[in-house]
């Protein structure tokens, strides 16, 4: 894999952004409302609820680990996203650039832009509303790292959707992160779903994010052991993902779809 | 007919078929160093099919294509990195300025002296004054210089062209050319170029290969092709191939 090309895309992603509002301002925009928004609702909620209970990291905290997830996701759909929309394909895959180099620098610039928002975040639900990270401790470390992987296996897989149906797929892929959030349990116990529903949930590595997440701030002991179940499918995901948008893409040089991909002839 | 070692492009029975289509019928032949040679045919006779498969974003069915000897089905990024491109509907990005698509396109093809380079080729193409313009705003004659400034950025061996000079003003489109038939003459490289003007042809091309239904059906100098075949000039004998190609076939 040689960094240059990689480094390509990520620059490519640096000067589109800089050069646009519309491409900074969501960068941290809608994640510093939601914290706005779900700070406030915490702070009623602990108004109105027994006293003692603390929902700021665990209703607050949930929302922006979910937000962080949601924009390592779209830091690579939205990398990816550019070339679907300057109908650039020729350009990129007609050069000497490997499908992981290219993925490689998706993936890159996903780093860049979802740590801007996670910076956001924190400076506004701590400034604004105490929360504070470091409630949950050193499996914060982990927490993030299984929500970063996650995020980049639905990014890449949103991205193998989209060259395979055509430029308007991308409805499939915003609504992702909300499909999948009623199963993960990011606002409440798995112990709440359907039987059903947590035979999904146990698939899904956020999951044990968001019950350990729990467990920290009601006091109780959380076991790593449950974790690294977590991070072993986030990186199961990944490969998965890597292998869908690596046999999509052979089969668009196979039927021509890279070549005249604007066209939607592929259904 | 180069011999090997002259030979940047290499290509032996190229088919690629859909279905019942059959697109590119096994088409074979050479570009050689300081050549160029024009792919002509009515449209949808293969060339910008086999033009992607030259450039890896199409897969053959069968055949081979080797650059500079490098096989492009087993060493992708190596043939890659001796080619490059300008085709009239791959712009290069409109929301990029001509410094930053540049930049980036180098950096892929891991050029080094990246910005001297790029200096280089704004003086070159006449560029200077449009460094830091977004591409999406410049003329199309600007935008195709744009395309041929990335196309050389790597110093090609192999550069292919599809239809360069379509939508360019007579004066634009001839500054082209001369800019294109510099580079076959001065440097190593050679040349595949796609134009549906004969004109256009017979200044710049050393060869021609007139492809119809996938194949080619005749090969030679373009400036003595159409006596041999008793035409009166390269679009008469073009017009022949759109619509008589089995007669040319049988002879």
Redesign the interface.
């Given at each position: 894999m040689?960094l240059?090309?990689a480094?390509?895309i990520v620059?490519?992603q640096f000067?589109?952004i800089r050069g646009?509002p519309s491409r900074i301002f969501p960068l941290f925009v809608w994640v510093a409302i939601d914290m706005v928004l779900w700070g406030f609702m915490s702070r009623y909620l602990n108004s109105v609820t027994a006293p003692g209970l603390d929902f700021v990291p665990a209703l607050l905290g949930a929302v922006l680990l979910w937000d962080f997830l949601t924009r390592v996701m779209q830091g690579v759909t939205m990398a990816f996203f550019?070339d679907v929309w300057?109908?650039?394909?020729?350009?990129?895959?007609?050069?000497?650039?490997?499908i992981n180099e290219y993925v490689g620098g998706l993936v890159l610039s996903s780093i860049a832009t979802s740590s801007i928002g996670l910076l956001v975040m924190l400076l506004v639900a701590g400034a604004a509303f105490g929360l504070s990270l470091f409630t949950y401790g050193l499996m914060l470390v982990p927490f993030l790292l299984v929500l970063f992987l996650f995020g980049i296996a639905l990014g890449i897989f949103g991205a193998a959707v989209v060259l395979r149906l055509g430029p308007s797929a991308e409805w499939f892929v915003w609504p992702i992160p909300a499909v999948v959030s009623p199963f993960a349990g990011v606002f409440y116990p798995l112990s709440t779903l359907p039987e059903w529903m947590r035979a999904i949930s146990h698939l899904l590595p956020p999951s044990y994010v968001f019950e350990g997440m729990r467990t920290i701030v009601a006091g109780g002991a959380f076991s790593g052991t449950s974790l690294l179940w977590g991070v072993g499918l986030a990186v199961l995901d990944i490969l998965l993902a890597g292998w869908f948008f690596t046999r999509v893409y052979?089969h668009a040089?196979?039927?021509?779809l890279?070549?005249r991909y604007s066209a939607e002839s592929v259904s | 007919m180069p011999s090997t070692h002259e030979r940047v492009l290499s290509v032996q029975a190229l088919r690629k078929q859909?279905g019942a289509t059959v697109a590119v019928d096994g088409i074979s032949f050479d570009v050689g160093r300081n050549e160029i040679v024009g792919l002509l045919g009515p449209n949808g006779a293969g060339k910008?099919?086999t033009i992607?498969m030259i450039?890896?974003?199409?897969?053959p069915t069968a055949g081979s294509i080797l650059i500079e000897g490098v096989d492009l089905a087993k060493r992708?990024?190596?043939a890659?990195?001796r080619t490059n491109?300008a085709?009239v509907?791959?712009p290069?990005?409109?929301?990029?300025?001509v410094q930053?698509n540049l930049?980036?396109?180098g950096?892929?093809?891991?050029v080094k002296g990246l910005s001297a380079r790029i200096e280089e080729l704004l003086v070159q193409f006449d560029l200077v004054r449009f460094r830091d313009t977004k591409c999406g705003v410049l003329s199309s004659g600007e935008q195709t210089r744009v395309a041929l400034a990335?196309a050389m950025l790597n110093r090609p061996q192999l550069l292919l062209l599809d239809e360069p000079t379509a939508s360019l003003d007579p004066a634009t489109a001839k500054d082209i050319r001369a800019r294109i038939r510099e580079f076959a003459t001065r440097g190593t490289g050679g040349v595949l170029w796609t134009s549906h003007n004969m004109y256009e042809v017979e200044e710049v091309c050393d060869r021609v290969l007139f492809v119809s239904r996938g194949k080619v059906l005749l090969e030679g100098d373009p400036r003595a092709l159409p006596r041999e075949h008793g035409k009166a000039s390269l679009e008469e004998l073009f017009i022949t191939v759109a619509r008589e190609p089995l007669a040319l076939e049988r002879a």
């Open positions: 040689a240059n090309r480094a390509a620059l490519r000067y589109l646009s550019e300057s109908r650039n394909f020729l350009n990129v895959f007609a050069t000497p650039l490997s052979r040089v196979r039927t021509g890279i070549a | 859909y910008t099919t992607n450039l890896g974003v199409l897969e992708r990024s190596q890659l990195e491109f085709a509907y791959s290069l990005p409109g929301n990029l300025t930053q930049r980036v396109s950096l892929i093809y891991g990335k």
